[in-house]
């Protein structure tokens, strides 16, 4: 509900036709209306689901934390973040978790209800530093605008898969059983096909992961505003500044999720006018 919800955001129309047209898509892929509304509507049912989440966090590199030195240091700022959080949204799940992926570059994201992910590189930061980033991530998880990357990447992904495996059955398997008549060409030309929608299936995907980030900006001022208000507004403003000097060279879906966010200035200002407003109403007291 949280997801149909979001969709009826303005920033978001561009994504609802887009899952409008991928569901055409994958009911012509699948050649029977039925059977492909059936399996989109499982896509996304598993997307959305903590499955989804672990098939992200496999696509990102994203691994629990199992050493003892950033179990020592990440899980005490991660705690006491989570802990703020949740005064400001006690709907945030008390289960969430903490996962770290190899990337040098410093970057984080949150995504479905549970997962908040940092890269190796936040480690260069300051204890302050990282909880900022932390509280943006869980602003992401209070918002509920972590899901529809899940519904378009791992959505998309799953209905790939069931796609060669529904295709590889009634191609190879039924055409074997039925005494190969269409011919051992006929069939490698069909698996050869396959593959080439497939590959238009990925391109597609990656069309709509971009809708996404451009729909998403707005919301990093609305995660960056959270943090502010669970106390971390000046640590995040460093955290900002400093990804004037670390250019991003990310790659793949890590990069699709770091192009999400507007520039940092821009993110600094409004903070700044945060700032200014509680200044002035401290004042005015």
Not at 52 to 59: F, K, P, V
Not at 70 to 86: C, G, I, N, S
Request: glycine share 8%; with cysteine; net charge negative.
């Amino acid at each position: 509900m949280d997801f149909v919800d979001r969709l009826k955001s303005k920033s978001n129309i561009g994504i609802g036709v887009f899952l409008l047209l991928n569901t055409l898509l994958v009911m012509w892929l699948f050649q029977n209306v039925v059977m492909g509304l059936i399996i989109y509507l499982i896509s996304l049912t598993i997307a959305l689901s903590p499955i989804g989440e672990w098939i992200l966090r496999l696509q990102t590199g994203c691994k629990p934390l199992v050493r003892k030195d950033h179990l020592a240091r990440l899980m005490p700022l991660f705690e006491e973040v989570h802990a703020k959080a949740k005064e400001l949204d006690p709907s945030i799940p008390d289960d969430v978790k903490l996962f770290i992926s190899n990337d040098k570059e410093p970057n984080a994201f949150a995504t479905g209800r549970k997962t908040i992910c940092l890269t190796k590189g936040f480690l260069e930061y300051d204890d302050e530093q990282i909880k900022a980033t932390l509280a943006h991530e869980f602003g992401h998880l209070s918002n509920k605008d972590t899901d529809l990357i899940l519904v378009v990447t791992v959505g998309n992904l799953i209905v790939s898969v069931l796609f060669i495996l529904y295709r590889f059955f009634f191609l190879v398997i039924a055409g074997f059983v039925g005494g190969a008549t269409r011919g051992l060409g006929g069939i490698l030309v069909a698996i050869f096909v396959d593959l080439i929608l497939v590959g238009m299936m990925w391109l597609w995907t990656k069309l709509g992961t971009a809708l996404v980030m451009h729909s998403s900006r707005q919301n990093e001022f609305n995660a960056d505003a959270f943090a502010y208000h669970s106390g971390y507004g000046p640590a995040l403003i460093g955290v900002l500044d400093s990804f004037h000097e670390h250019e991003v060279h990310t790659k793949g879906l890590w990069a699709n999720l770091v192009s999400s966010h507007p520039d940092s200035d821009l993110r600094i200002a409004k903070l700044q006018e945060l700032m200014e407003e509680s200044s002035d109403k401290v004042e005015s007291l």
